[in-house]
């Protein structure tokens, strides 16, 4: 899991044996506050080949095909918050209908590592890459 060009990037597998004649996977963002509990986003997920997985699963129905990754927009309201992501394998388009879910363990958001221009930030760093943007901003990679 990573925060990358503001979105929330979390990759990984996802098998089930349930998951016969459920052909549409989405990957759900959810708050899991005690007040809040509620589904926050949505993402159509495409499976890829994981050998890996299907090598060490061969009884997991399609393992050898379970790899995921995808994003959720993420934005400074979501940080330090109770997150959860649900994976899920749907019969229908939207996700709902008849379907199996696994909830991945709670995490907590991680902040937001930007700086605005009216911010100075300083440290120490073995290596500094940095890195033009399309839209006019730069990465820095620190290490």
């Known amino acids: 899991m990573a925060i990358h060009n503001g979105q929330l990037v979390v990759s990984g597998w996802y098998a089930s044996d349930r998951s016969i004649c459920k052909y549409n996977t989405f990957m759900i963002l959810y708050d899991v506050l005690k007040l809040n509990r509620k589904e926050l986003q949505r993402a159509t997920v495409k499976l890829s080949d994981r050998a890996d997985v299907g090598t060490a699963n061969k009884d997991i129905f399609n393992s050898q095909h379970s790899g995921f990754s995808s994003g959720f927009k993420y934005s400074a309201d979501l940080c330090g918050r109770q997150l959860q992501i649900i994976m899920r394998y749907s019969d229908a388009e939207n996700g709902e209908g ?6 991945f363990k709670p995490f907590k958001a991680p902040d937001i590592p930007v700086l605005g221009g009216n911010i100075e930030q300083q440290f120490k760093a073995k290596c500094v890459k940095v890195e033009s ?3 006019g901003t730069s990465l820095i990679i620190v290490k």
């Open 133 to 135: 943007q399309s839209d």
């Open 98 to 103: 008849h379907y199996v879910d696994y909830w």
